[in-house]
Each structure stands twice: as structure tokens, then as C-alpha cells.
């Protein structure tokens, strides 16, 4: 399937990415550049982390009003696939995409290490190679990681059931107080979010980095194979 | 002309870094720091001499990109030619 | 004509900006007239220790730097060596001490932002950063805030530009108290045929500046000298450089691409003396000349004069020599990236640098007489008086409980778990980590092949404070350790050879003999140092810091799997303790934590055991023989024996050992813990044997607790507890 | 008593943030932007009553804390007790 990897000046997780699905899922896969208005016919389309703009002001501001990313509204809207991975899940915020705010981290630092995710939702394109309720372990690396929004927000979020993944314990259990397991204070322990059609997913966690045997840890793995497949029949719906 | 605009947190929003401030201040011992809010602030040179025009146009900057409205507020002060600062 | 309100030139204003008396003189023979001012500000930089190494030069000369994959050794702004497979590895270290006394954030990023401008201008794209860090003590003034800003500094510079930190160095000591360490090391890769040099050719060719504009960043203290000469001295007053980690990202990116359109002749950053040095430097390699048109410098701000545009530090710029009649290549490259390049020059054939500006000649100075023949010096070295009294050997008190002492060391900041420094600290971006900060060395794969790359830090000051010589060695020996344990064979090392004032006879002998004991060491385990960086007056009220020579060394795994971890895997598992134990407490932590004892010569640094052990581990790691591989070093046997049970699943351990009270933290070198399946157990002692290793079974890994058995007695502590101790006790420190 | 802490990049010094969001705002389309400097705005509610008093504490939490004066600069203001920001 064609996937598209947006590069913003400052991204710095495009080519992870893009090795992933070129090398172990070997896919079709292109840079789009930030300043080019087409998507070059991608039906899974990736932004990467990073620090695009150096995340100066807030992280994904300025990169959310580049002009690729009236490309990438316009391939939500006619249902693509669009995944927003740390940085990215920020620029996809910041151009309203998906609903919501990243703030800092609730202990003002820079946080990299690895922590659990519970999948609540496994009827989407992203999430139907993953089982309801399992437990996922994978990095996060970000300072601005705290979503955020207004109490009436969040419930109309969770009711519409887009809390895709949340932080939890090794077990699975809540723990949104906890920044053990809740590493940057987020919103009822929110880690990635979609829009209502569930085509587009935000994460703060990299499935990109543990994608791989060699490295450990391959739970990234099941939700970008996923990705790439049901585009793939998207794809297939459409001819 | 120069401009100033501020951009805080909502006040319903919690503030970590203002409380880590605060708690920091008391802890270094300046007594009757009630609270503390952490914003932003933006000095602005603009070229144009119309003070209405140009907080239009700053306003319009915030919508845009100087404030995230979802979970900030902003506030715009002309400061004249000087500037503000000393 | 513009008048410059510039100092005169004289020997006195010539001193005032570093220049001495002979310096000065050698300068107007050079020139056979008097300089102006801003042709001594340029030769006062090329001729400063940072720029010339001129006290340092003649001890560099005995480091070993050839070897079967050295490709080019100290000289260029990084060396290289070949790692396989058609790569080679590029990489070096520098200080960023003072500054980041200075302004620790500041400091620090600036501090990665150069050695990572070190290894792109090369060609190489980095894929991994370290930091070795010495602090004083927690409690003295200012100290956490320098922590804390010397940490956030480097983490959100190389998590900015995107390469991970994958391992470093943290020590504490009063010696630090006034004048912190901040060493950064990069390390690029590329293939074997893109390496650039920045030797500047082709009479002709155009020079072109790029990135970040010029602002009064950090020239030295010289514009001090000319304030009084100064309406507005407060807005000339030398500023603190800041970095900009999103410039330097997309200049990296941008000078890769550049690179390879082939239109690059040579190029080089703008380090210290920034357009100075890297001008001077290139044309000086090259043996070539300079026209520079200083009109067309980009300037952040208006007013800048021809002295302070060619010594100011601002960060992020870099100059190169492109082949005439295809700048247009290069600058549409470089505008795609959005960023900003101007045409200030070109090369020619004169060997001198012409520098014009408003029409007139700022500068025209021969270039090889200030760079190639910069003078040197052979300082006058003593050892200290009391060397005698340094070396007797300390008494060492029996701990009354062997748990306690562990325990109290555990909790030091020396001990701690350094996990809240390295979680800042982005160390899985770009997908190569395979073991991050945490273990002994960090090991990185090598994309497409079946290969690894393994790096580490280390130096121990209070060693090198009593021994130069033998802590120089050590340094290097438990590096060569920290490779060995991850299957890692060296392949170079790069170095930061932190010094007091060289002019004290003193530091010039700590001096000599560190670089001896890291040559010897270097020679005997056969690592050829391929670049490195000096950093001299590390002191403060006239006391210098223990003399730190910290080695950053690089080696290559063969191949990936079946590596063992620094912890214990699982239950079951034997124990097998590696190499001869000693007493020996000669600056030993044991009792400079437990005691506040600091005495004694440092432990005995056996070069062909060293390289025996290394020449072991590698084999049993290659035959897969291994699950658990650790070296012992500062702190000695029961604190490695610790640290080992400390993986992701704390586990368990029981053993006997042939050591007794004190011995437990004796320092004794070539030592390491090993454990391997049952099955493996005969096969890693038969491997042993043969090598001529000691090795003896010491027990069995299990259970929720460190038990051991030494001279009839029996301490049992449970793992969660000291790990709750020692995970903890680094942010507890920090008041966090 | 409500105060307002505004800290800036000293003057010479490099301002990155501010340089990339006057070139984000040109990009964007506004015109007519010469400079924007990127600082910190921090709203303090003090116990005390006395003026002085508290412009003497706000300059001392700036030296000790608020501020890092090595490269930053800052100014200090009582905004009375309703607070400045609307
Ligand atoms: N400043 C730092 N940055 C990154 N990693 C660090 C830092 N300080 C310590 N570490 C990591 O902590 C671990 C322990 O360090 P150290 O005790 O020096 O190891 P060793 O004794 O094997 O040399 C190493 O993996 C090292 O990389
Ligand atoms: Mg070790």
C-alpha cells in the first residue's frame, strides 16, 4: 500500500518510520514534503515526531498551518488514513484534526522511556490487529505530552468512545494519577485519541521504536501492520 | 510600533508550572505568595500606524497561531513606539 | 572611511586579549609591522590553548593514533575509522566546561551543537550522543541549579535535533565545586567514500556562509579591553551563546543534501573563534589563501566591526569552499531548507587571508605562520612534593556490617541510578538503541548489517589525582572493560583531556603523565586515539580540579544476537566471578563515601590481564555462552554484584565468595560478573582456564534477594529494597 | 495585590523562538511584522498591601528566581488588585 511520511523542518522520527514500514512491512512508501499541497496518492498518511519548527511556541503550531496539511484535511474528510505519532498527535491537535490541547508534562521535564497503554478500541483501521483490553508497552519521548481539554470535552470524547489508547499498569489498570504509569498527567490518563470516523489516530507513544525483534520489543509492530493492511482494503473497497 | 501580548492558561486549566513556582518562591522563603500563573509573553514590532488596524491584526495572530484558544486566553496591549520594557 | 573606536595596539592591550609579551613580538616579525587591532584579535584566537594546543601539542604527539581501521586520526574536526560493511564511524569529544559554569543550559546545548557541527561537517549523519559530567558536591552553591541545567541543556538540544543520548558519565566531587566538567561526544556514520575534509582548494572558489546570522555571541573577553573606547559598552558587553537546536537540525539536514550534489570542495563549522578558526583552519590545511568581503557576513544586528564578526561565537554557522560556478546548487538546497547563505569570499592562492571591509583592507596576515606554526610550549613539569605521602597506603576500616555499607553507598549520587538524569534524555530515536543508558556500554545497531556499534565513558579523577599515570590508564583499560562485556571489540577512542593551569609545573606533570598512562594503556590493548579535545585552567581561586582525562571509546560487535544484558536474565543462572581479587584501597570509594578517606595509590592497572579478560568476554559473548555480563569497577564487587540484579524485573541472587569485609569494595581492575545457564557453566571455566583468566563459580541468581556468603558470615538484603535505595536517591538528593 | 512579572531575552542575545514565530507569522501572510521577542509573563497575587514592599519583593523572586539575569531581562508591574488580563 502507498504511505506518505510528511517531513516538517524539524521532524526527526520521519525516517524511523518510513523504515519501518518500507524495510519490515515493505510497503510503498514516500516522503511528502511540508510546502507541497498533494499527497502524491498515499492512502495511509504518517507525521512523524519530532520538533518540527523546533516546537517553539507550542509543539505543532507552526507546522499545523503548512500547506501540506490542507492535503492532509482534505484526505480525512474523504476518509484516508492519517496517524499522528508524538509531535505529529501535536500538529494533528493543533490543526484541529482531533479534537483537544498537548500541554507540558506534569513534571516540566522531558520524559523517554517506555509505558503501557491499554487499547480500548479495536474496530478501527489502527487497532483491529490489537485485542479489546490488551496491554501494550511502548516509548513515548516528549516534554509536551499532558492532553488536555475542557471536562464537557472529555466526556463527549468518551462517549463517543475516540479514547483509542490510555495509560495504564503493566496490568491494565487505571492509574491516572500515578505519573509512574501516567508519565506526563494527561487527561484520564488519555494517550491517543481519533476523530468520530476513526480514519484519523493521535498517539503520543513511537510503535515505530519497538517494531523490530532486534530491538527488544516488537508491540509497535501489530498496529502499523494493521494500518498498512486495512488500507490496503480500503484501497481494495475503492477500485 | 510595538505591542505586547500575553497568553495564559485558562483558569480552569491547572497550571503545574505556576504551582511549581510558587511552591519554589516559598521554598526560597517569600512569605504571602498567594498564587502564581505561568503565561507567555509576545514583544511585537510592527511596521503599520493605525492602533486599530493592528490590533485587529493582532488579535488575528492569536486566533492563528500566538494562542492555542482551546486552552489559552490572550490579551493584546499597544505600547506605543518605545517600547515597554525597562 | 569608518573610524573604528578601537584600542591601540601595544603589548599592554595585546595581553589584555591572551597575547604574551613573545607572542606578541613573533607576531610583528611575522608580519614585519605592527598588527591592527583586528588582525591580533585573529591571531590571539588561533593562538589560544583552545585553538592551538600550544602547551599541549608536545605530550599529544606520544598517544598511539594509527591502526588497521583508522582512517584519519586527530587533526580534522573528527577522526574516522572503519567499522565494516562498507561504514565507518566518525566521531570525537569536546569540553563545554566555562560556559557552562557559566550559564549551565546555554552552556550545554551549545556544548552537543558544536560536536555534532564536528561530525556532520565531515559528511557523517550522528546517531549518537554521550555526556560525561562531573559535578561538585550537591549541596554547594549553585550546585543544582547547575544540574539541572546542564541536564535539561543537553537533553533538549539532542532531543530537538533528533539523536539519541545513549549513555555518559556522572560524578561528583568537591574538586568540582567551582569549575563543573560538561563533555560532550557525537558520533556519525557514513559510507566510506563520502567523507568530506575541510581542506580549503581550487584558487577561485567560491566561500559561502551559511545558517545562523552573526551576533556578539561569546567573542572573548577582548571586547571588554576596547569598552572604554565605547559609547554603548553595555550593548557590547561579550554575551552568552545560545543555541538554536532547530537551526542546527535543519543545517544538518541541508549540508548532507548539499554534500551530496558534489558541489562542496570543503567544509567546516564555526566553532571557537568561530569564522576565524574555521577560515584560518581550512585555508591552513590547504595551504591556500583567503579573500573574505566582510560586508556580505549576515549580521543580526547592525555594527558589528571586522574584529567582532571574526570572533564571534554565534552558534549554528558553518562555512564551505563550493567548486566555482555551482553556488546555485548549493544555495537552492540550502533556501529549501529555509535557510540563509551568502557569498563572503574565496580561495585564493597567496597563503594569506585579505579581509575586506566598506572598501578597505580590515586584515591581510600569511596564514600557515599563524595556524601550522603556531608556537609551542614545552612548560616546566613537577611532580608534587608530597607524592610519598599521597601514595601511603590508607588504613582501611572493616565494615561492621557489610548491608549497611552497601546500602549507604547505594544511596550516594556516585551510586545512584543516574535514570533521572538519562530519562530527559530522548536515547530510543532513530531506532538503532539496543541497549540504551543503563548497562555498561550502549549498544547501537548498525541498519542492514548484522553488526553492532558499543560506546562508552569513563575516567575516575581521584585515581588520576594520585596517579595521573595510572588513572590515565585506568581509564582507558575499564573502557576496553565496558566494550568487552557487551561483545565489543575497540576500534578508536576520543578523549577530553580536562586540566588544571598548565602553567602550574604541577597540572603540566598530571598532564604528562595521564597522556603516558593512556598511551601505554592504548598501546598495550592496541586502541589508537583518533581525535580528542584539551581543556585547560579548570580552576577556580587558584585550586585546580583533579586532573579528569575522560575517554570516550567506540567499538564493534560482529554480531547482535545473543548479547547478554548487564543483569541477572532469570532464575538458575550461575554466577561466575572473573579475574584476580586484590585489597587495594588506594582512592577506593569504599572509603572516600563511607570514611572520608581519600589516600593512597590507585589500584594496580595489569594491561596483559585487562587484555585477557577483554579477549575472553568477547569469545564467550560470541558463542552466545552468556546471559548476564558486568564489570566490576569503582566501588569493586558487591556493588556490581548489586547493580546486577537491578534489570527491568529486579531479581535475586545468592552467592559465596572468598572475600572478606573491606574486600568486598575492593577496587582491584580486570574483574567482571558473569552469568550463563548450568549447561554453559563447564564451557565458560574450560574458556577461562585457557585464557589464563581467573574464574571461580559463585553462586546462583533466583529469588527476591542479594545473599552473601563471605567468611563465615551472611548478609541477606532484599533486592526491592535496595533498589528502591538506589533508584531514588539521585532525584532525593536533588530536593526532588 | 495582583503583579505582573514579564521576562525577556537580554537584547543582544540570540532569540530563536522569537525569530521562528516572526517568520511562522510572515509565512501565515501577516505583513508588516519587523520583530517579535518571545518571553515569560508571570501573574503573581501577593497577601501584601504596600506598593513598595512588593516591588522590592517582585524585583528580589526576579534575581533569586523568576529570572535568569545572566541572559534575560525583566520588568515588573502592579497591575492593583483586580488583575491586568482580560
Ligand atoms: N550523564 C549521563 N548521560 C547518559 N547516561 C549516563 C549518564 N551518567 C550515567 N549514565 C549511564 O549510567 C550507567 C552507569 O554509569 P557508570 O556507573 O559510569 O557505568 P560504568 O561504571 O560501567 O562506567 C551507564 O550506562 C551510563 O551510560
Ligand atoms: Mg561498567
Not at chain 3, 224 to 238: C, G, H, I, V, Y
Not at chain 3, 644 to 661: H, I, N, T, W
Amino acid at each position: 500500500m502507498r504511505c506518505g511520511v510528511v517531513v516538517f523542518p524539524g521532524s526527526n522520527c520521519d525516517h524511523d518510520v518510513y523504515h519501518v514500514l518500507k524495510h519490515v512491512l515493505q510497503q510503498d512508501v514516500t516522503f511528502l514534503w511540508h510546502q507541497d499541497d498533494t499527497l502524491k496518492g498515499c492512502e495511509l498518511v504518517v507525521l512523524p515526531g519530532g520538533f518540527a519548527y523546533g516546537d517553539y511556541l507550542r509543539a505543532g503550531a507552526m507546522a499545523a498551518l503548512s500547506p501540506v496539511m490542507g492535503a492532509v484535511k482534505r484526505h480525512a474528510e474523504a476518509g484516508g488514513l492519517v496517524l499522528g505519532i508524538c509531535n505529529g498527535f501535536q500538529v494533528l491537535l493543533e490543526a484541529k484534526l482531533i479534537p483537544g490541547a498537548m500541554r507540558r508534562n506534569q513534571s516540566l521535564r522531558f520524559l523517554c522511556r517506555d509505558v503501557y497503554l491499554k487499547v480500548e478500541r479495536t474496530d478501527l483501521p489502527f487497532t483491529w490487529k490489537l485485542r479489546e483490553g490488551q496491554v501494550l508497552r511502548i516509548p513515548i519521548a516528549h516534554g509536551e505530552g499532558s492532553y488536555e481539554d475542557s471536562a464537557e470535552h472529555l466526556d463527549a470524547l468518551e462517549a463517543n468512545r475516540q479514547v483509542v489508547f490510555r495509560y495504564v499498569t503493566p496490568e491494565g489498570a487505571r492509574a491516572d494519577t500515578d505519573p509512574q504509569w501516567n508519565p506526563n498527567g494527561a487527561a484520564r490518563g488519555i494517550a491517543g485519541i481519533c476523530n468520530p470516523g476513526g480514519n484519523v489516530l493521535g498517539m503520543m507513544p513511537h510503535p515505530e521504536r519497538c517494531s523490530e525483534p532486534i530491538l527488544g520489543n516488537t508491540d509497535g509492530l501489530t498496529l502499523l501492520a494493521g494500518a498498512v493492511e486495512a488500507g490496503s482494503q480500503v484501497l481494495g473497497a475503492r477500485r | 510600533m510595538k505591542a505586547r501580548v500575553t497568553v495564559y492558561p485558562r483558569r480552569e486549566i491547572l497550571d503545574p508550572q505556576g504551582k511549581a513556582i510558587r511552591d519554589a518562591l516559598s521554598r526560597v522563603g517569600f512569605a504571602g505568595v498567594d498564587d502564581v500563573r505561568a503565561g507567555k509573553s509576545f514583544e511585537i514590532s510592527l511596521t503599520g500606524e493605525d492602533p486599530e488596524a493592528a490590533r485587529r491584526q493582532l488579535r488575528d495572530m492569536c486566533e492563528k497561531l500566538l494562542a492555542n484558544t482551546v486552552v489559552e486566553d490572550y490579551s493584546v496591549e499597544l505600547l506605543g513606539n518605545e517600547g515597554g520594557r525597562t | 572611511m569608518t573610524v573604528l573606536q578601537e584600542p591601540a595596539v601595544n603589548a599592554e592591550t595585546a595581553r589584555s586579549i591572551g597575547l604574551t609579551e613573545e607572542e606578541f613580538e613573533r607576531l610583528r616579525k611575522i608580519l614585519g609591522r605592527d598588527p591592527n587591532w583586528t588582525e591580533l584579535g585573529v591571531t590571539s584566537a588561533l593562538w589560544s590553548e583552545h585553538c592551538s594546543y600550544k602547551s599541549s601539542k608536545i605530550y599529544l604527539r606520544e598517544f598511539p593514533t594509527e591502526g588497521p581501521h583508522v582512517l584519519q586520526g586527530p587533526g580534522e574536526n573528527a577522526g574516522v575509522v572503519d567499522i565494516g560493511h562498507g561504514w565507518v564511524a566518525v566521531f570525537k569529544m569536546e569540553s563545554h566546561n566555562h560556559p557552562s559554569f557559566i550559564e549551565p543550559y546555554q552552556g550545554s546545548m551549545t556544548g552537543v551543537g558544536g560536536i555534532l557541527r564536528d561530525v556532520f561537517t565531515m559528511g557523517a549523519r550522528p546517531i549518537a550522543c554521550m555526556d560525561a559530567l562531573r559535578f561538585g558536591e550537591i549541596d554547594a552553591p549553585r550546585m543544582r541549579f547547575l544540574i539541572d541545567g546542564v541536564v535539561r541543556g543537553i537533553g533538549d538540544y539532542g532531543n530537538c535535533v533528533g539523536i539519541p543520548t545513549v549513555g555518559g558519565e556522572t560524578g561528583f566531587h568537591r574538586c568540582y565545586n567551582g569549575n563543573i566538567l560538561v563533555n560532550a561526544f557525537a558520533l556519525g556514520v557514513a559510507r566510506r567514500e563520502r567523507i568530506f575534509h575541510a581542506r580549503a582548494s581550487g584558487a577561485g572558489n567560491p566561500i559561502l556562509y551559511v545558517g545562523s546570522r552573526t551576533g556578539r555571541d561569546g567573542i572573548h573577553g577582548a571586547t571588554m579591553a576596547s569598552e572604554s573606547f565605547d559609547k554603548e559598552s553595555e550593548q557590547k558587553r561579550p554575551t552568552v551563546q545560545v543555541g538554536d537546536p532547530f537551526t542546527e537540525k535543519i543545517l544538518l539536514e541541508a549540508c548532507l543534501e548539499a554534500m551530496r550534489t558534489g558541489a562542496i570542495v570543503a567544509i567546516q563549522d564555526m566553532g571557537a573563534a568561530g569564522l576565524t578558526s574555521s577560515t584560518f583552519e581550512m585555508a591552513g590545511r590547504g595551504g591556500t589563501g583567503l579573500l573574505l568581503d566582510l560586508d556580505n557576513v549576515p549580521l543580526r544586528q547592525p555594527g558589528l566591526t571586522p574584529y567582532e564578526m571574526m570572533l564571534s561565537e554565534s552558534q549554528e554557522r558553518m562555512v564551505l569552499v563550493a567548486r566555482k560556478g555551482r553556488e546555485e546548487e548549493l544555495e537552492k538546497v540550502f533556501r529549501r531548507w529555509g535557510l540563509e547563505v551568502a557569498d563572503i569570499g574565496e580561495v585564493t592562492s597567496t597563503g594569506r587571508a585579505v579581509l575586506t571591509w566598506h572598501g578597505e583592507t580590515a586584515a591581510d596576515i600569511p596564514i600557515r605562520p599563524l595556524t601550522e606554526e603556531a608556537p609551542v610550549y614545552r612548560r616546566p613539569v613537577a611532580a608534587p612534593s608530597d607524592l610519598a605521602e599521597r601514595w601511603r597506603a590508607p588504613e582501611v576500616p572493616q565494615p561492621s556490617d557489610p548491608r549497611a555499607a552497601l546500602e549507604k553507598l547505594l544511596a550516594t549520587p556516585e551510586f545512584a541510578g543516574k535514570a533521572w538524569i538519562w530519562t530527559q534524555y530522548d536515547h530510543t530515536v532513530r531506532t538503532n538503541t539496543v541497549q540504551g543508558p543503563g548497562g555498561d556500554a550502549a549498544v547501537l545497531l548498525l541498519k542492514g548489517t548484522p553488526a553492532g556499534l558499543a560506546m562508552t565513558c569513563d575516567v575516575n579523577p581521584v585515581y588520576c589525582y594520585f596517579d595521573p599515570r595510572r588513572g590515565g590508564a585506568q581509564a582507558v583499560a575499564e573502557a576496553v572493560r565496558n566494550l568487552a562485556v557487551v561483545g565489543a571489540e575497540p576500534v578508536g577512542l576520543t578523549d577530553c583531556l580536562n586540566f588544571g593551569n598548565p602553567e602550574r609545573p604541577e597540572v603540566s606533570w598530571q598532564f604528562r603523565e595521564a597522556v603516558r598512562g593512556m598511551s601505554d594503556a592504548c598501546r598495550a590493548l592496541g586502541v589508537p586515539v583518533i581525535s580528542g579535545n584539551v581543556s585547560f585552567y579548570n580552576e577556580t581561586e587558584g585550586a585546580s580540579i583533579y586532573p579528569t582525562p575522560a575517554v570516550a571509546m567506540v567499538g564493534v560487535i560482529p554480531n547482535l544476537s545473543g548479547l547478554p544484558e548487564a543483569t541477572f536474565q532469570g532464575a538458575g543462572d550461575r554466577v561466575v566471578l572473573l579475574g584476580e581479587d586484590r585489597s587495594e584501597f588506594g582512592g577506593a570509594a569504599y572509603l572516600r563515601l563511607l570514611h572520608g578517606i581519600e589516600q593512597g595509590r590507585p589500584p594496580e592497572v595489569d594491561l596483559d590481564a585487562e587484555l585477557r579478560l577483554a579477549k575472553l568476554l568477547r569469545s564467550l559473548i560470541a558463542r552466545g555462552l552468556l546471559r548476564t555480563a558486568h564489570d566490576l569497577s569503582e566501588g569493586g564487587f558487591l556493588i556490581s554484584l548489586a547493580e546486577a540484579c537491578f534489570g527491568r524485573r529486579p531479581l535475586g541472587v545468592r552467592v559465596e565468595v572468598p572475600l572478606d569485609g573491606a574486600d568486598l569494595f575492593s577496587e582491584s581492575q580486570g574483574r567482571a560478573i558473569v552469568a550463563c545457564p548450568p549447561a554453559a557453566l563447564d564451557r565458560v571455566l574450560q574458556a577461562a582456564a585457557e585464557a589464563g583468566v581467573p574464574a571461580r563459580e559463585i553462586g546462583e541468581t533466583g529469588g527476591d534477594v542479594l545473599e552473601v556468603r563471605s567468611g563465615g558470615e551472611t548478609f541477606r538484603a532484599p533486592v526491592a529494597g535496595l533498589h528502591e535505595i538506589w533508584s531514588t536517591a539521585l532525584p532525593k538528593a536533588l530536593g526532588l
